[in-house]
């Protein structure tokens, strides 16, 4: 997917094709006008400057006594089923990092199901480490599978 099909929108990062491809793949999806031309969101994710995401394992970096402002987490990441392992989930974390680096920010993080070993080896893919995982009993009490946290440190990030 070329770069010019991602935007962004506030926090969050969107994939957008033009509807009229909608059939080709039977999506569905949020539709809406653009320059006269129908499109539908087809991935997404959240981008969040913040130092912990409320019921998630909180990153370690950068320590205590930085500023929150250097620490993003990514969230909700998502790619429509008929286009996943296309390369539209890497090229929408890939323009998340880019602007996490204009937003000054040292730490990227993403938490990611235990069991989805595709979301796993996308992270990997785009440089993420392990950093820790969050307890069974805490997953058992939310409702959940178990989480793992995975850090990216941008500071040494080729973008």
Known sequence: ???????????AT????DASRGALFNMQGIMFVEDGE???VVGSLD?????????ELTGKRPGVTESSHTRAYLSNVCVA??????????ALVDKSKKLARQWGITDLYVH??????AAQKLYIKSGFV????EPAQQARHLGRPRRLL????MKNEAL
């Open 1 to 11: 997917f070329s770069e010019s099909l991602l935007y962004k929108w506030d926090s």
């Open 130 to 133: 392990y950093e820790s995982e």
């Open 150 to 153: 995975l850090w990216l440190d």
């Open 47 to 55: 981008l969040n400057q913040c130092l912990w995401l409320p019921d």
């Open 112 to 117: 990611v199901a235990i069991n989805n070993e």
């Open 38 to 40: 129908e499109r539908i």
């Open 81 to 90: 089923k008929e286009l996943q392992r296309c390369g539209l989930g890497y």
């Open 14 to 17: 969107v994939a957008i094709v």
